[in-house]
């Protein structure tokens, strides 16, 4: 695989640490200029110090985001596009895991708060939200490419999408167990969240079908020792602890090291390879089959316009630019 040094700009969500934060550096080391978010300034500041010097032209642009706030989301992509003229690649990537169940309110129709639960927020509806409001960047840059490449959104969802589950979405939304009762699971509002990521790709990419712009999703391997479980309690953070342990001696099998993480990433993001992929889910970069939920287009459909719903857009994005 060869990259060359090259004029892009990619936006990186979740760049302050773990996965993010290595492909953030990797695309900068070829030249990119790389905009990332986080909500820890102190990390962003390293991040930026890193990219400065990674190669001689690329800059980095750090956005301090908390994406539980759908209002910051929605100005972090009144930003972008105000300040840059290009968008080559999205990189959804910030992500979180809970052992306890909290919940943020969205503010969609400015008249009633929905509460919703905050991995199910952070995880998927913020990207979801960040991506529709891109789009009409993201076309712009690939139409203005004289080789008319397309631009990209990657997303970076996880094997464990094959234990979520989307079919009571109320109950995902809220973060409670089927029929509203209060029992919380953190894995599997993860689980679920994941698969969002999944059915969310899928359903882009058939609706930027011929726009020139592609959407992918990865799987980029286990990997204990990023930050994921920093918020987790108990057995998984035990359990991720002593698998930390083994990945650092040799990551094989379902385990991978940050770099081949991050390489993934990397090279959905600007490979030539995969220039033309969309709506594929890949473990690492080998492309693989997803839970059979992703061909539910019934189901996928109603996670769109659920989402929409929540954050506030028609459910007809990304047909209509919401900012225009
Ligand atoms: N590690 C694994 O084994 C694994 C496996 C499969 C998939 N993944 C996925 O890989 C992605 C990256 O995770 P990682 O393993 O690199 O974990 P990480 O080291 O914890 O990185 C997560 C990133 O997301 C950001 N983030 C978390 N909560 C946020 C919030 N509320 N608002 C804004 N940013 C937030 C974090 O920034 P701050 O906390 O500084 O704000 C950080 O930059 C996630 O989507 C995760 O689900 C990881």
């Known amino acids: 695989m060869s990259y060359s040094s090259e004029d892009s700009t990619v936006l990186v969500t979740g760049a302050t640490s773990g996965i993010g934060r290595e492909a953030a550096v990797r ?22 110090s890193a990219v400065r010097s990674a190669h001689p032209e690329s800059a ?26 290009r968008l080559d690649a999205l990189v959804n990537n910030a992500g979180t895991s809970r052992s306890e169940r909290a919940t943020t309110e969205t503010s969609a129709d400015r008249t009633t708060e929905a509460e919703v639960e905050l991995t199910f927020a952070v995880n998927h509806l913020a990207p979801f939200l960040l991506t529709n409001l891109l789009v009409p960047l993201l076309r712009e840059t690939a139409n203005n490419r004289p080789e008319s490449a397309p631009a990209r959104v990657v997303t970076t969802t996880s094997g464990l999408h094959e234990r979520g589950s989307l079919s009571d979405l109320d109950a995902v939304v809220r973060g409670t167990g089927a029929g509203g009762d209060a029992t919380f699971d ?21 609706r930027l079908a011929g726009s020139g712009v592609t959407a992918n999703c990865v799987h980029p391997g286990w990997i204990p020792q990023t930050g994921l479980v920093r918020n987790a309690t108990g057995f998984s953070r035990l359990f991720t602890g002593a698998a930390a342990l083994v990945a650092s001696v040799a990551p094989v099998g379902p385990f991978e090291s940050v770099e081949g993480a991050a390489d993934a990433l990397v090279y959905l993001a600007r490979d030539p390879e995969v220039a033309d992929v969309s709506g594929a889910y890949f473990d690492r970069r080998e492309r693989a089959t997803p839970a059979p939920e992703a061909a539910d287009e019934q189901l996928r459909t109603r996670l769109w316009n659920r989402s929409a719903e929540l954050v506030g857009l028609p459910a007809s994005v990304p047909e209509t630019d919401p900012l225009s």
């Open 27 to 48: 695309l900068a080391e070829r030249g990119a200029t790389v905009l990332f978010t986080g909500r820890d300034r102190e990390a962003a500041e390293a991040v930026l």
């Open 60 to 85: 980095g642009v750090f956005y301090r985001v908390d994406f539980a706030d759908l209002d910051a989301v929605r100005e972090l992509a009144r930003t972008v596009r105000a300040d840059h003229d």
């Open 186 to 206: 953190g894995l599997d509002a993860y689980a679920d969240s994941k698969l969002a990521n999944v059915l969310f790709t899928v359903e882009l990419a058939d």
